[in-house]
Nanobody, 118 residues
Framework: QVQLVESGGGLVQPGGSLRLSCAAS???????MYWYRQAPGKQREVVAT???????NYADSVKGRFTISRENGKNTVTLQMNNLKPEDTAVYFC?????????????WGQGTQVTVSS
């Protein structure tokens, strides 16, 4: 079991950048890590995924603008967001999904607000 804490959200102008971090209370090496987001009135959606081997996947809406990375030694996952758009405004959540080889379990952070506005 891990506890997750996101940080790095804030207010940024369109075209700007933010770097979100997700700090875990323990080792994340056995977890597939996700960034989700939820905009007001909308369902939570997957933004980016990084597997235990470092394989990444992105939602079409953020490809080429967002980059997910992980540092297992520091128990952190990062989401670098560039060329932000107003439609990126949402609460961003980190999730840890235990890889099936090791069992089952999903753990969520509390979220961090990202607002893109001029």
């Amino acid at each position: 079991q891990v506890q997750l804490v996101e940080s790095g959200g804030g207010l940024v102008q369109p075209g700007g950048s933010l770097r979100l971090s997700c700090a875990a209370s323990g080792s994340i090496s056995r977890y597939v890590m996700y960034w989700y987001r939820q905009a007001p009135g909308k369902q939570r959606e997957v933004v980016a995924t990084i597997g235990t081997t470092g394989l990444t996947n992105y939602a079409d809406s953020v490809k080429g603008r967002f980059t997910i990375s992980r540092e297992n030694g520091k128990n952190t996952v990062t989401l670098q967001m560039n060329n932000l758009k107003p439609e990126d405004t949402a609460v961003y959540f980190c999730k840890a999904h235990l890889a099936p080889l090791y069992g089952s379990g999903d753990y969520w952070g509390q979220g961090t607000q990202v607002t893109v506005s001029s």
